[in-house]
């Protein structure tokens, strides 16, 4: 029997490398998605264990390629598995933040994945079996301030994903999203800073660097994930029977997920979110008319 064919976005580093690394190394034929060949010929342990393609979500052209190089895998018929993990990050207050690199960032990491998927899964539907993995993230569920902008790209990603889950249910096609907390990975270094949020005068410079603080210990905690072990997450994933809809990855996820799934109301909830992460901003009233 031939191998089944995995087709992954973002994978020249982090959590897509992990991952397709990891499905190459249990026997799928991998298309791995890079914006970079020649770095990925150069950094990949073993180019040759997979198939390496140029792939920017936001260029159709190459989506179609890349969809072309695995249908042939497939012989021609439905890809078994597409994971959806290309995105970056953006920071910017709401006030200031720069909306042309929230738009752009939205081109990757909504309407990249949603262009993919419309690529992919029309022959999983007609094959009736395929998995459609969608790396979105524990903040699709929540909001940290002065990241909005990113947090709105991954509710809009789940909200995709969600509604593909129950439109591909009777057509045997399954949908899961993964959704880590913190993952180790360089992530932060492609996150684009917008709006001043940087800026030493800035009025939200208390809170960025409180932010800056809590994202730094959330890193070092040891429950936190690794691009390896979101790939394992992954792997679990693709093969659990039945599939599950959505994986929390890591105990720190999973703490945020309990508060989510137990705060009584919202203001409950974000004062939980600010004592995670240790923000000295808590609301006040305003200030009286004079
Ligand atoms: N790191 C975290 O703490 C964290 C937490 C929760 C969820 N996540 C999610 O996990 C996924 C993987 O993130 P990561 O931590 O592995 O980050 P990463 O190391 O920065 O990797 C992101 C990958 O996406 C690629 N990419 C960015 N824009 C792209 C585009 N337009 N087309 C194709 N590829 C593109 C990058 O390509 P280049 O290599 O060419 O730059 C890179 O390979 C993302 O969906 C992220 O939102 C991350």
């Known amino acids: 029997m031939s191998s089944p064919v995995a087709l992954v976005t973002g994978a020249g580093r982090g959590v897509g490398r992990a991952t397709a690394e990891r499905l190459a190394r249990g026997g799928y034929a991998v298309v791995a998605g890079v914006r970079d060949l020649d770095r990925a010929h150069e950094e990949y342990d073993d180019p040759s264990a ?4 140029e792939l920017d979500v936001t260029r159709p052209e190459q989506i179609t390629a890349a969809a072309a190089v695995a249908t042939e895998l497939a012989g021609g018929g439905a890809v078994d598995v597409l ?10 207050p709401q006030e200031s933040g720069d909306l042309d690199v929230a738009r752009e960032m939205f081109e990757t990491n909504v309407w990249g994945a949603a262009a993919v998927v419309q690529a992919v899964v029309p022959a999983m539907r007609e094959a009736r079996r395929g998995t459609v993995v969608t790396v979105s993230s524990i903040g699709a569920r929540l909001t940290n301030p002065l990241v909005g902008f990113y947090h709105a790209s991954k509710y809009a990603l789940n909200a995709l994903s969600e509604a593909l889950s129950v439109e591909m249910g009777p057509f045997g096609v399954r949908v899961v999203m993964i959704e880590p907390g913190m993952i180790d990975t360089d992530f932060p270094s492609a996150t684009r800073l917008t709006g ?8 939200y410079a208390p809170l960025f660097g409180d932010l800056r603080a809590g994202f730094g210990k959330w890193r070092e905690r040891p429950d936190s994930s690794t691009a390896a072990t979101c790939a394992e997450a992954i792997w679990d994933a693709i093969h659990a029977d039945p599939p599950p809809i959505r994986v929390v990855v890591g105990d720190d996820a999973a703490e945020l997920d309990e508060a989510i799934r137990t ?22 009233p305003p200030d009286p008319r004079t």
């Open 50 to 53: 997979l198939t390496l393609v």
């Open 83 to 92: 994971v959806n993990n290309a995105a970056y990050a953006m920071m910017g």
């Open 263 to 284: 705060s009584a109301d919202d203001a409950e909830f974000q004062q939980r979110l600010r004592g995670f992460l240790d923000l000295d901003w808590a609301p006040r």
């Open 196 to 203: 001043g949020v940087t800026d030493a005068d800035s009025p």
